[in-house]
Antibody, heavy 126, light 114 residues
């Protein structure tokens, strides 16, 4: 049974970069697509982006200018960086796993999210 | 992006009674070539990660009790709990993966015991 665990600072100052890591245990990071999803009181669940084991990424256009993701297959981890944060980025951040039904030249189309981390609360405040 | 709208926002049902949650998408999530609806349902309990219940609009994930069922096609979908148990208290979300990325979720329906 795969398990996902988010880690990172719970408090980030405005204009700084939010950095989180998700550690995958009980399974390989290969053959799946790994997403970050956040939950805010105002906007509910919002998909942030995905990465796969080879480092291919796709980001939500609403956040694309501020998001970057990376993967470390040797540690079975993937990470999220969200720059220039504001109070609106205060949320519970989840990592989640999905498969892809097919890919074209630029995008892989994800299915449902079958495993999620517990989530980590990140607050943006000075 | 496809907007997912759930109703009601909250629901109180007596133990053993039926609970019904609705989800409407702003455009069809039915892919005609394979006749599949690209819709999933999740259960989210406090302090726990969201749990996948249903995918392809009506296929139960392994291990999900059969009191959970789902139906619908195109733009209108329903999640039904046939006989509410205390452990079913949670927030329930629908998700479309027809256009994924970006995938989008409903705002959630909070289910409580009456």
């Amino acid at each position: 049974q795969v398990q996902l665990q988010e880690s990172g600072p719970g408090l980030v100052k405005p204009s700084e970069t939010l950095s989180l890591t998700c550690t995958v245990s009980g399974g390989s990071i290969r053959n799946y697509y790994w997403s970050w999803i956040r939950q805010t009181p105002g906007k509910g669940l919002e998909w942030i982006g995905y990465i796969n084991y080879s480092g291919s990424t796709n980001y939500n256009p609403s956040l694309k200018s501020r998001v970057s993701m990376s993967v470390d297959t040797s540690k079975n981890q993937f990470s999220l960086n969200l720059s220039s944060v504001t109070a609106a980025d205060t949320a519970v951040y989840y990592c989640a796993r999905s498969t892809s039904r097919n890919c074209d030249s630029s995008t892989c189309y994800l299915d449902w999210f079958d495993s999620w981390g517990q989530g980590t609360q990140v607050s943006v405040s000075s | 992006d496809i907007v997912m709208t759930q109703s009601p926002d909250s629901l109180a049902v007596s133990l053993g009674e039926r609970a019904t949650i609705n989800c409407k998408s702003s455009q069809s999530v039915l892919y005609s070539p394979n006749n599949k609806n690209y819709l999933a349902w999740y259960q989210h309990k406090p302090g726990q990660p969201p749990k996948l219940l249903i995918y392809w609009a009506s296929t139960r994930e392994s291990g999900v009790p059969d009191r959970f069922s789902a139906s619908g096609s195109g733009t209108d979908f329903t999640l039904t709990i046939s006989s509410l148990q205390a452990e079913d208290v949670a927030i329930y979300y629908c998700q479309q993966y027809y256009t994924s990325p970006p995938s989008t979720f409903g705002q959630g329906t909070k289910l409580e015991i009456k």
